[in-house]
């Protein structure tokens, strides 16, 4: 497809569980971000990627995250010993350009995790 | 404070309402501005971008006041295609965008 596929689009875990989620950014994309959705807030940043450096980590709320996108084009996120807290959507970006700015991102559907 | 402050609404219009909604931001060396659309458990998608001059999309007219960090979103005539949640979005700079919570609309018939 055309745009940012991300998978799985809905995940249960228990709480304790280790996920991972995968992003297929949009062919020829340079640019990579994860964002972090709770219900009723905005999108809150969690990691960038440019190609396969991860330039900006700032936005992941504990060692519990880990990102990676090791041929600079498919990236998981990882979520290790998931608490009730992490139930959010995950939504991953792309962009044409490097750099965080001036650039339009384009989303991904997301993944809903729910952690029981 | 909030980098990124909207009402979160909701805002309840008739359909052909006009209806306005407006964002503050906290960062004044914030460098570029957006309006993003996001429907019911869907993602968020770029609805226009934001300039100092204003600018305008049809039924939609945006505009920034550099001076009072604010940034606003006009809909005019609206329609019931019109609801969702609208994202106001800062670029502060050499880091990430910056969303606000964002405000839900509801047009009804």
């Known amino acids: 497809g055309a745009g940012v596929s991300q998978s799985p689009r809905y995940k249960v875990a228990k709480r304790g569980q280790d996920v991972a989620l995968r992003c297929d950014p949009i062919s020829g994309h340079v640019s990579l971000f994860w964002y972090q959705q709770a219900l009723g807030q905005g999108p809150e940043f969690l990691t960038y990627?440019?190609?396969?450096?991860?330039?900006?980590k700032s936005g992941l709320p504990s060692d519990r995250f880990f990102a990676e996108r090791p041929e600079g084009s498919v990236s998981t996120l990882k979520i290790q010993r998931t608490q009730q807290e992490d139930s959010a959507v995950y939504l991953c970006?792309?962009?044409?350009?490097?750099?965080?700015?001036?650039?339009?991102?384009?989303f991904g559907e997301g993944s809903w995790l729910t952690v029981v | 404070r909030k980098e990124v402050e909207q009402d979160p609404g909701p805002f309840n219009v008739p359909e052909g309402a006009t209806v306005a909604f407006n964002c503050t931001y906290s960062?004044?060396?914030?460098?570029?501005f957006f309006w993003y659309r996001q429907d019911c458990r869907k993602e968020p998608k770029l609805l226009m971008s934001?300039?100092?001059s204003g600018n305008e999309d049809g039924r939609f007219t945006a505009q920034l006041n550099r001076a009072s960090q604010y940034i606003s979103l006009l809909i005019r005539d609206s329609k019931l295609s019109d609801s969702a949640t609208y994202l106001c979005v800062v670029n502060p700079g050499n880091t990430p965008l910056v969303f606000g919570k964002g405000t839900r609309l509801s047009v009804i018939a």
């Open positions: 990627f440019q190609n396969e450096a991860q330039l900006d």
């Open positions: 960062n004044s060396a914030s460098q570029s």
């Open positions: 970006a792309s962009s044409q350009g490097s750099g965080v700015s001036g650039n339009t991102i384009y």
């Open positions: 934001v300039y100092s």
